[in-house]
């Protein structure tokens, strides 16, 4: 089944603590992204990928990290988590032709 | 100003009506659209993809582009309570799928 996959689904942690959500996709797409959502803003962008070691910075970047070393794998690093950082996070993947295909999301919250 | 404007609802429609749900965009660049719906506690999954002006049919589905006045609608006819989720629509400058901005939502509920 053709699926984009996130780990893990919720995550409490604390602020300052170093975490990794991890997305992976089975489509062989070349195109991945993260978004987050938060109620009233819809979902922005935080980095997209175009390729194996091909990353860029999307609309909201600050305070995020991402790696492309595989072309499945996409991960989120948070290096030092803060409170605004919690929201609902979603990885997407697409082929180059328009859809993009959504993992089911990470819920994390910050404390 | 939001890029992307979409009125957050909540829309509750009875069973049967006919929905409209809509998005205004200030990005004149923007030439691909596309409307996804969310389900409670699930990731966003397309529903409709057009380029450019013009109406797209898809079952109970109807998209419309009008790029001349920067405003995009989704028509649901029929609705049925299944269609309660969270619309969102999309736009994009390329057709990757890879630089997406969305709207913020409209929550819809259909009730039987």
């Known amino acids: 089944e053709a699926q984009v996959t996130q780990n893990p689904r919720y995550l409490i942690t604390v602020t300052g603590k170093k975490l990794t959500v991890t997305c992976s996709q089975n489509m062989n797409h070349e195109y991945m992204s993260w978004y987050r959502q938060d109620p009233g803003l819809g979902l922005r962008q935080i980095y997209y990928?175009?390729?194996?070691?091909?990353?860029d910075k999307g609309d909201v970047p600050e305070g995020y990290k991402v790696s492309r070393k595989e072309k499945r794998n996409f991960p989120l690093i948070l290096e030092s988590p803060s409170p605004n950082q919690t929201s609902l996070y979603f990885c997407?993947?697409?082929?180059?032709?328009?859809?993009?295909?959504f993992g089911q999301g990470t819920r994390l919250t910050v404390v | 100003q939001k890029e992307v404007e979409q009125d957050p609802g909540p829309l509750s429609v009875p069973e049967g009506a006919i929905v409209s749900l809509n998005c205004t965009y200030s990005n004149s660049a923007f030439q691909y659209f596309m409307w996804y719906r969310q389900y409670s506690r699930k990731g966003p999954e397309l529903l409709m993809y057009?380029?450019?002006?013009g109406n797209k049919e898809d079952g109970r589905f109807t998209a419309q582009v009008d790029k001349s006045s920067k405003y995009i609608s989704l028509f649901i006819r029929d609705s049925q309570p299944s269609d309660s989720a969270t619309y969102l629509c999309a736009m994009s400058e390329n057709n990757a799928g890879n630089m997406l901005t969305f709207g913020g939502g409209t929550r819809l509920m259909v009730k039987p």
């Open positions: 057009t380029y450019s002006s």
């Open positions: 997407a993947s697409s082929l180059g032709t328009g859809e993009a295909f």
């Open positions: 990928s175009m390729n194996v070691e091909v990353t």
